[in-house]
């Protein structure tokens, strides 16, 4: 397996773009929120040869594979087992200054989508397991069999957007009460059968619905949600940061927790501003920015990309 050929990582000349400005200080430190198979990091450790590198995955396999494919800048990188969440305490366990760039490469990663055995593609049969971490939590082959219609509801319709999600509960429930839903075939069938006639063409019926499964499987805007703070805070001064998500949840908490660290909190008839109350960041993309029309083409896992950075222009409280 070559894992240049699997793995393309999504606008990665972009990212090395924005965060380049802030990696050239010697000593700096990058963290690669969403490590992943190493793509990223392996860009920013060969365009940076003096930074170093902190790398983050909750999936073990990932970390494998990406120790292995980053193991010529051992002595430069430092990679945890641990959901991004847990950033700050990752950063301190290295001993090293606080990080000039941070990463996120958000949602489901090309090793999870193309592992059969994982269950995250709905155009392939297998277990439905959607863990991104493999060694605990819940499946979604349990949230299927344990959660009532409502709970059913109520995720497919928040994390997955989708319209139906009603009527795709209601189908869950009836079906398993003769034969639990433990394959991901087995959900696209009923799914399928459930949708009426007249939407069969307006994209697959099971998209959402997968997407919502995986989000509470990994409880993935709750760890976002926490994450984010947690990276702002730890930003260097004239550190930067930048977030790729691939679903409008995921770029609303990142957009407004961005807008949030640069707003003045002074009231607007204030003539001086304290210090203490002017913005700690700076955009430094104008809205979301897609991958282009080349990249979209060779790569169509960029298509939903929508991608945000800021630099830190105030000392952190």
Same mark, same amino acid.
């Given at each position: 397996?070559?894992?240049?050929?699997?793995?393309?990582?999504?606008?990665?000349?972009?990212?090395?773009?924005?965060?380049?400005?802030?990696?050239?200080?010697?000593?700096?430190?990058? /963290?690669?929120?969403?490590?992943?198979?190493?793509?990223?990091?392996?860009?920013?450790?060969?365009?940076?040869?003096?930074?170093?590198?902190?790398?983050?995955?909750?999936?073990?396999?990932?970390?494998?594979?990406?120790?292995?494919?980053?193991?010529?800048?051992?002595?430069? /990188?430092?990679?945890?087992?641990?959901?991004?969440?847990? /950033?700050?305490?990752?950063?301190?366990?290295?001993?090293?200054?606080?990080?000039?760039? /941070?990463?996120?490469?958000?949602?489901?990663?090309?090793?999870?989508?193309?592992?059969?055995?994982?269950?995250?593609?709905?155009?392939?049969?297998?277990?439905?397991?959607?863990?991104?971490?493999?060694?605990?939590?819940?499946?979604?082959?349990?949230?299927?069999?344990?959660?009532?219609?409502?709970?059913?509801?109520?995720?497919?319709?928040?994390?997955?957007?989708?319209?139906?999600?009603?009527?795709?509960?209601?189908?869950?429930?009836?079906?398993?009460?003769?034969?639990?839903?433990?394959?991901?075939?087995?959900?696209?069938?009923?799914?399928?059968?459930?949708?009426?006639?007249?939407?069969?063409?307006?994209?697959?019926?099971?998209?959402?619905?997968?997407?919502?499964?995986?989000?509470?499987?990994?409880?993935?805007?709750?760890?976002?949600?926490?994450?984010?703070?947690?990276?702002?805070?730890?930003?260097?001064?004239?550190?930067?940061?930048?977030?790729?998500?691939?679903?409008?949840?995921?770029?609303?908490?990142?957009?407004?927790?961005?807008?949030?660290?640069?707003?003045?909190?002074?009231?607007?008839?204030?003539?001086?501003?304290?210090?203490?109350?002017?913005?700690?960041?700076?955009?430094?993309?104008?809205?979301?920015?897609?991958?282009?029309?080349?990249?979209?083409?060779?790569?169509?896992?960029?298509?939903?990309?929508?991608?945000?950075?800021?630099?830190?222009?105030?000392?952190?409280?």
């Amino acid at each position: 397996m070559d894992i240049r050929e699997i793995h393309i990582p999504v606008m990665k000349d972009r990212a090395l773009e924005l965060l380049g400005p802030a990696l050239t200080v010697e000593g700096a430190v990058v /963290i690669d929120a969403t490590l992943g198979m190493g793509g990223h990091s392996e860009a920013l450790l060969e365009a940076f040869p003096e930074v170093r590198l902190i790398g983050l995955d909750r999936d073990a396999d990932a970390l494998a594979i990406a120790r292995e494919r980053l193991s010529r800048f051992a002595a430069r /990188i430092h990679l945890v087992h641990c959901v991004y969440d847990e /950033i700050a305490e990752a950063w301190r366990g290295t001993g090293w200054p606080s990080p000039r760039g /941070i990463l996120f490469d958000l949602g489901v990663s090309s090793l999870h989508l193309d592992e059969k055995a994982r269950g995250f593609a709905y155009a392939q049969d297998a277990p439905l397991d959607m863990r991104m971490n493999a060694q605990e939590g819940v499946t979604a082959a349990d949230i299927l069999s344990d959660y009532s219609e409502g709970q059913l509801r109520r995720i497919f319709e928040v994390y997955g957007e989708e319209k139906l999600s009603a009527r795709y509960a209601r189908a869950i429930v009836a079906e398993r009460a003769d034969r639990p839903i433990e394959r991901s075939g087995h959900l696209v069938d009923v799914l399928q059968a459930a949708t009426p006639a007249a939407l069969s063409n307006a994209g697959h019926p099971a998209k959402r619905v997968f997407q919502a499964l995986r989000i509470e499987v990994n409880a993935e805007l709750d760890a976002l949600s926490l994450a984010m703070p947690r990276a702002l805070d730890i930003l260097a001064l004239h550190g930067r940061i930048v977030v790729m998500s691939y679903q409008s949840l995921e770029d609303k908490i990142v957009k407004a927790e961005l807008a949030e660290r640069c707003e003045t909190r002074a009231p607007a008839d204030l003539p001086v501003v304290p210090e203490h109350l002017l913005p700690q960041m700076r955009l430094i993309t104008r809205g979301a920015e897609q991958a282009d029309a080349a990249e979209r083409a060779r790569n169509p896992r960029s298509i939903p990309v929508r991608l945000r950075a800021a630099e830190r222009v105030r000392e952190a409280a």
